[in-house]
């Protein structure tokens, strides 16, 4: 592997790895809420891999989709998003959670759908992860991958300069580690690329109005990120400290004030063998 390729991939490696406290945010996300597109696809006795399974909580709403008769494997590289998802579905008996390594895992069996929710986008080389599921799929399966376009995030009305400051670094400090911040748009290609059929994209944009239950804490995840995500960042050099915290607490007033819309651009893309 050339050596900035190596670069690359060990800067995406690091700046993928999920910091602790993130398992809130994926704790709150539920296969009908979050992943809503999936559901018609889900049959009893289906054996399903979920890559990047965070703490299994889309995976246990799978498992019990599938039943008793079908299964659910559930990878991801996080040792503690793993150890969390083993104890908060512990009796979810048809889930398995492990943490692995997708590029080196040589599974027993093969499964019937393979799903990866928000995942890619973390990811510099999405193209050899398909290739991947592709080795992974029985014939006939099917390959379902969920993520974002960050480069047509909206918001009514704008955020403060400062919050937009920071997600114009959050998406340079992604793009100079080679994750691709369009990639909702560019997987149909990437599927065609790995040899993939009946290629379908179908749109699960994420909308949160102030009339929505869920507004502040779903808006809110920009607070999150700068909180979570900020000091990796501001180790790196996109931003310093100050800034970061003056995001977050610029975001946070506007937030309680004057936000009244957010929409993330979601695609589900998905094709067979």
């Not at 989709?65 to 503690?80: N, R, W």
């Not at 007033?253 to 589900?268: H, N, S």
């Amino acid at each position: 592997m050339p050596l900035m390729s190596t670069f690359m991939n060990q800067s995406a490696n690091e700046r993928a790895r999920m910091p602790k406290g993130t398992s809130s945010v994926l704790d709150s996300r539920r296969l009908q809420d979050s992943y809503a597109t999936l559901v018609p696809l889900l049959r009893k006795g289906m054996r399903v891999l979920d890559v990047g399974c965070g703490t299994g909580a889309i995976s246990a709403g799978i498992a019990g989709m599938v039943g008793e008769t079908g299964a659910v494997v559930g990878i991801d590289s996080s040792q503690h998003l793993i150890a969390k998802g083993r104890e908060d579905h512990a009796a979810v008996r048809q889930l398995t959670l492990l943490e692995a390594d997708l590029f080196t895992w040589c599974p027993d069996e093969k499964f019937d759908l393979i799903i990866s929710a928000r995942v890619l986008q973390w990811l510099n080389n999405p193209g050899e992860a398909l290739a991947k599921f592709k080795s992974l799929l029985n014939p006939g399966g099917i390959v379902s991958v969920l993520d974002y376009n960050h480069a047509l995030l909206e918001w009514t009305p704008a955020p403060p300069e400062s919050m937009q400051q920071f997600y114009a670094a959050f998406l340079k400090w992604r793009a100079d580690a080679g994750m691709d911040n369009e990639i909702a748009d560019h997987l149909p290609a990437l599927f065609k690329q790995a040899g993939f059929h009946a290629i379908e994209s179908l749109n699960a944009d994420e909308v949160y109005s102030r009339d929505n239950a869920s507004f502040t804490s779903k808006v809110g995840i920009w607070s999150k990120v700068a909180a979570l995500r900020g000091p990796q960042m501001v180790q790196d050099g996109y931003i310093t400290d100050a800034a970061r915290i003056q995001a977050m607490n610029e975001y946070g007033v506007w937030l309680k004030g004057e936000a009244e819309k957010m929409v993330m651009k979601l695609k589900d893309v998905r094709a067979g063998i």
